[in-house]
């Protein structure tokens, strides 16, 4: 492989960088990459975690979204769960968080049974992060200062990856709002901050 095709996969973007790094990754792209493989794996693996939790229909409140269950026991409901997502980035890596939008204001604090929340059960410290990509912004610089063909091509995939769980968001909730820098703004960010002037 000399170079990457257009769209890579993740398993073509890392055999790549073991031919451009003779199998020597930092510890930056291997978070990363492990991030991006969770991400890869979100809705298709039974491990648990904020994307499949509110994605779980048996948890919606089907009184406050005029729902019903069928006799196959699929729910179906009239109005979608309001919510706000926020990008955030810290020193953990990316992170999505989600809340819900109760009343023109998001949720902070848990609820059970509230007849005003969608969900039936809301755990913020288990609920409000749908998912991370470990060391990201660190990767990110990394990338920007000395990053080669394989680094920059993971930030894509996982940037384009994470479109899609929103977009597979925006099916089943009513997105209010989606606040802070996408993937490739903050990449942009990043780029205008740190870039070698070398390069």
């Known amino acids: 492989m ?3 095709p257009e769209n890579p996969s993740l398993k073509e973007i890392n055999a790549y960088k073991k031919k ?3 199998g020597e990754s930092s510890t930056l792209y291997q978070m990363a990459t492990s991030s991006a493989s969770e991400l890869d794996e979100l809705l298709t693996h039974g491990f648990d975690s904020g994307y499949k939790s509110i994605l779980n229909k048996n948890n919606w409140n089907l009184k406050k979204l005029d729902g019903s269950i069928d006799e196959f026991g699929r729910i179906d409901v009239k109005f979608k769960p309001r919510v706000v997502l926020r990008h955030i980035y810290n020193e953990m890596g990316y992170e999505l968080h989600c809340y819900p939008y109760i009343d023109g204001e998001i949720a902070l604090l848990p609820m ?4 005003h929340c969608p969900f039936i059960k809301w755990h913020p410290e288990s609920m409000r992060r749908l998912f991370r990509v470990s060391s990201l912004p660190n990767f990110a610089i990394q990338t920007v200062q000395k990053g080669d ?3 920059f ?7 384009v990856r994470v479109q899609e769980l929103l977009e ?3 099916v089943h909730f009513d997105v209010i709002e989606i606040r802070g820098y ?4 903050f990449f942009k960010e990043v780029n205008k901050k740190h870039r070698n002037p070398s390069l």
């Not at 996408?182 to 703004?185: K, L, M, R, S, T």
Request: proline residues 4%; aromatic residues 8%.
């Open 112 to 115: 059970i049974d509230s007849p």
């Open 168 to 170: 597979l968001l925006k």
């Open 149 to 151: 063909e394989a680094d």
């Open 182 to 185: 996408n993937i490739a703004e």
């Open 2 to 4: 000399n170079s990457l």
């Open 20 to 22: 451009l790094t003779w």
């Open 153 to 159: 091509a993971l930030i894509k995939h996982i940037y």
